[in-house]
Structures are given as C-alpha cells and as structure tokens.
C-alpha cells in the first residue's frame, strides 16, 4: 500500500477536522489520532471532549503538544497496528512551541516535521488553519504567529502529496486527488 501525505487546511470552523476524519475512516482500517491541543481551560475542555466524541472507539490517541515530529519518526515502534497518523492541528502545536521555546526553536522542530513527513512509513493526514486571509493583527505576537503559520503550511504542502482546502465544510482540492481506496 503507498504512503499518502494529505494536508487538510482551512479557517475557524470551517469543517477542517471533521472532513479529515471522515477521509481517515473511508480510506484507513486503524488510525491514530495525534491531539495537539491541552485543555488550559473550561473552553478548550469542552473542544477536546467534542473532537473525542466524534472520533469514537475505533480511533485510538495520542497527546501530543510539541514532539510530533518524534512521534512521526517513532511511529512504527510506538503504534506498529496503526496506518494512518491523523495530526490535529498543526496551528495548535505552532503556538505550543512558539509561546513555550520561541521562534527559534520553533523553528527547529519545523525542520524535524518537515522531515518526520517526507520520511515517514506511515500515511499522514496533517490538519492545519489558513490564518493569513483575515485582518492584519494589530500586534508583533499576531503578525509572527500568523507568518510563521503561513510558512509551515507552505512547506508542508510542498511535502504533502494531497492538499485539500475546506470552507463552509466544502472540500477543494489544490494538489493532487482524493481518491478512495
């Protein structure tokens, strides 16, 4: 079986997540979820108990807010059943590391998922915002959170074999095909 790379972006509620995980279970037998995001308050809780309702028992997790790229590497080892590696999201997991370790460092791990992705023996479908169509942030953090954002997406759509754009739940392709298996 070949190894999809599948980049699924989108804005804000724009469906991104659910496409991916219907795209995961149509296409896959045994995926793994890779949760970037940590409940920090009531609000992000409720998020990540609705993404874990909607998943369901065959989905199996993995929390993970900062060593994807590890985890990517590590796959075969760590989930030797699992053949797709669902990562949700990849904007989620740029905020992890730039609020905790900087852009520098940042940019560091970039490189090592950059890797991770074009090596990896298991498919992936990455999950990631476009935030550079809205308003231009009116503060530094913003408009370096927002060009950082734009540049992984790029670099990973340069890996991805697929790239998918969603808006209102409405899937475009921008790269490649999607075809069932």
């Known amino acids: 079986m070949s190894i999809s790379r599948i980049l699924i972006l989108g804005g804000a509620r724009s469906g991104k997540?659910?496409?991916a995980l219907r795209l995961a279970e149509r296409n896959w037998r045994r995926p793994l979820y890779v949760a970037t995001?940590?409940?920090?308050?009531?609000?992000?809780?409720?998020?990540?108990?609705?993404?874990?309702?909607?998943r369901g028992k065959r989905w199996a997790c993995a929390e993970e807010p900062l060593e994807i790229a590890r985890l990517i590497q590590r796959a075969d080892r760590l989930y030797p059943s699992k053949?797709?590696?669902?990562?949700?999201c990849l904007t989620l997991w740029l905020s992890n590391v730039f609020l905790r370790e900087g852009e520098k460092k940042f940019n560091r791990r970039r490189i090592d998922l950059l890797k991770a992705v074009r090596h990896s023996r298991r498919?992936?479908?990455?999950?990631?915002?476009?935030?550079?169509?809205?308003?231009v942030p009116d503060?530094?953090?913003?408009?370096?959170?927002?060009?950082?954002?734009?540049?992984?997406?790029?670099?990973?759509?340069?890996?991805?074999?697929?790239v998918v754009f969603i808006?209102?739940?409405?899937?475009?392709?921008?790269?490649?095909?999607?075809?069932?298996r």
């Open 17 to 19: 997540s659910s496409y």
């Open 37 to 54: 995001a940590e409940a920090f308050d009531k609000e992000m809780a409720g998020r990540i108990a609705a993404h874990k309702k909607a």
């Open 83 to 88: 053949d797709v590696l669902l990562v949700d």
């Open 123 to 135: 498919s992936l479908i990455l999950v990631s915002n476009e935030v550079g169509m809205g308003i």
């Open 139 to 162: 503060n530094d953090l913003g408009r370096q959170f927002r060009d950082l954002a734009g540049w992984l997406n790029q670099d990973i759509a340069k890996a991805a074999d697929t």
């Open 167 to 180: 808006a209102a739940g409405l899937p475009v392709v921008l790269k490649g095909k999607i075809a069932g």
